[in-house]
């Protein structure tokens, strides 16, 4: 099981606390691997996007309008956190429902 977030996020902190057998990547140093970002816009769609971050309200509105990929390529920071992978199984953030499927 692999989470990507940011270390400084108190959410991925939380998630990775129960999560005692997960790796972590921070998305700031390492970027996020180009197919899991596409399989997870492809399955998350808009929602992979962190609309309410201070980072997507500092983008000019005609980045706002660029390709997510690509946006997330350039700001690592605008992923809705965390996404987890285990073992092909995609989850975004860390609501009751991520929580209930992967802690049981």
């Known amino acids: 099981m692999i989470l990507y977030g940011l270390k400084t996020c108190d959410t ?7 999560l005692e057998k997960a790796e972590f990547r921070d998305v700031r140093a390492e ?3 180009k197919d899991l970002a596409q399989a997870a816009l492809a399955q998350f ?9 201070t980072t ?11 390709d997510p990929l690509a946006l997330l390529t ?14 092909g199984t ?6 009751a429902d991520t ?6």
């Open 90 to 95: 995609l989850y975004l953030g860390w609501g």
């Open 45 to 53: 769609g808009d929602a992979l996007l962190n609309r309410k971050s």
């Open 56 to 66: 997507w309200r500092a983008l000019p509105d005609d980045d706002r309008s660029r």
């Open 74 to 87: 350039d700001h690592p920071t605008l992923m809705k956190r965390p996404l987890i992978d285990d073992g």
């Open 31 to 33: 970027g996020l691997p």
């Open 12 to 18: 991925c902190r939380k998630a990775l606390k129960s």
């Open 99 to 104: 929580q209930a499927a992967l802690l049981g």
